[in-house]
């Protein structure tokens, strides 16, 4: 069986690389790419190159934005009582599509997590601190996952938030226990956003 062109190979090595792309995956892209008509892939490759130079994080609540600060935090029509934290922007997008949230936002950018290596001050909750000077009377929703992780992460917060004063609730019923936001449905977040305990 002859093998690939090394510029195929080095491509499908590439995609691979890319989160839930496996071999075969990566290998079909590949081909496909290749194939396809060169202007098609110049508006493909200019297309990525574009959104990762123009993408940032917001300077306010570390969502994915073009500028700043994001159109959420400058939507005048948002509730600005709440802020809901959750781990990566990307749970942002998922919250959204619920459409039962109405708030502001805070990513942490990760979870506690002493196996990996990461603290308290590896995440953005000084941020959150100082967002919450100038926001006496928030409620904070915490969005973290139910693995240990994300337990640890959201009763971190509780006793670290607790001299602020604030109303702490967290995500309820609707979220298996290990899951992310990622992979949850908009009707299962409403229900969990909806169904927020408080913490005590």
């Known amino acids: 069986m002859p093998s690939l062109p090394e510029s195929i190979t080095c491509l499908i090595a590439e995609l691979g690389k890319w989160p839930g792309i496996g071999p075969r995956s990566a290998e079909r892209l590949a081909l496909y790419l290749v194939q396809s008509e060169p202007e098609a892939v110049r508006q493909l490759a200019k297309a990525i190159v574009s959104a990762r130079d123009r993408i940032q994080s917001c300077s306010v609540c570390g969502a994915l934005t073009e500028r700043q600060p994001c159109a959420i935090c400058e939507d005048t029509h948002r509730d600005r009582s709440l802020i809901c934290v959750v781990e990566r922007p990307v749970d942002i997008i998922s919250i959204e599509k619920s459409g039962a949230y109405h708030g502001l936002y805070h990513v942490l950018g990760g979870k506690i997590s002493p196996v990996n290596g990461v603290g308290p001050e590896d995440l953005r909750i ?29 009763f971190y917060l509780a006793r670290r938030l607790a001299p602020f004063k604030v109303k702490l609730s967290r995500l309820a019923h609707g979220l298996p226990v290990g899951s992310s936001l990622e992979f949850a449905d908009e009707l299962t977040l409403s229900q969990a956003i909806e169904g927020r305990r408080t913490m005590s």
Do not use: F, H, K, Y
């Open 126 to 154: 000084a941020a959150l601190e100082q967002r919450l000077a100038s926001a006496p009377n928030a409620e904070i929703i915490i969005a973290l996952g139910s693995d240990v992780d994300g337990d640890a992460t959201s």
